[in-house]
């Protein structure tokens, strides 16, 4: 099994309509994250969480919201999809005590809001 | 906003020969680690390089750091057809909670 599963890994949905993608981990990590990547942008923070229960906003965080209610679970949702939500989302865990081993990431969910 | 800034965009190769990719940023960091991607798929954590580094080795890869020029460099020697994914470095923003920023990434092409 992967260290960091990402559910669904496909997904199409309508302008308006609610989704969420879910993360969970097998690596015991502390934080967790969920990035954007857009063809010719990179990566770009959405939002971040150190331990459960604590959220924190990144670069582009409108329009999404996160919860945590588990150290191995993070959950992003869109709360009305709106087109230019069309990306690859993923998600990623680290140990804040283990720095040197860098970000470990999910297979990556996309996402396709028509 | 985007902190590292990979170059070139683009590259390719013949296996065999060496890939050069070149990774600047703006403001101060901590570290700095690059992160390979194959098409469609997750990143993969290659190498982490800390600011009082000036080089790191990791097999075929070689990283060297220049904090003056606010610039890193990965070579990957004797390239390979499997090398071909995008190459992505990320430093840390600087602060106390030490969140990644990537930069957009060098698709590297490494032809048979």
């Known amino acids: 099994d992967a260290d960091v599963t990402q559910t669904p890994r496909n997904r199409i949905t309508k302008t308006g309509k609610r989704i969420m993608l879910e993360c969970s981990q097998t690596?015991?990590?502390?934080?967790m994250y969920w990035y954007r990547q857009d063809p010719g942008l990179g990566l770009r923070l959405i939002y971040y969480?150190?331990?459960?229960?604590?959220?924190n906003k990144g670069e582009i965080s409108d329009g999404y919201s996160v919860s945590r209610q588990a150290q191995a679970k993070f959950s992003l949702s869109l709360e009305s999809a709106i087109p230019n939500q069309t990306a690859l989302y993923f998600c990623?865990?680290?140990?804040?005590?283990?720095?040197?081993?860098?970000?470990?990431f999910g297979s990556g969910t996309r996402l396709t809001v028509v | 906003s985007q902190q590292g800034e990979e170059d070139p965009q683009a590259l390719s190769i013949q296996e065999g020969e060496n890939a050069t990719m070149n990774c600047s940023y703006k403001?101060?960091?901590?570290?700095l680690q690059w992160y390979r991607q194959n098409s469609g798929r997750g990143l993969v954590h290659l190498i982490l390089?800390?600011?009082?580094?000036r080089e790191k080795h990791s097999g075929r890869l070689r990283v060297t750091l220049d904090t003056s020029k606010k610039s890193s460099s990965l070579l990957i020697t004797a390239s390979r057809a499997a090398d071909t994914a995008s190459y992505f470095c990320?430093?840390?923003?600087?602060?106390?909670?030490?969140?990644?920023?990537f930069g957009k990434g060098t698709k590297l092409s490494v032809k048979p």
């Open positions: 990623a865990t680290s140990d804040s005590q283990r720095h040197h081993h860098g970000y470990t």
């Open positions: 690596k015991g990590h502390d934080r």
């Open positions: 969480s150190f331990d459960v229960k604590d959220i």
């Open positions: 403001t101060s960091i901590n570290n």
């Open positions: 390089i800390r600011s009082n580094e």
């Open positions: 990320a430093t840390d923003d600087g602060g106390s909670q030490g969140n990644l920023i």
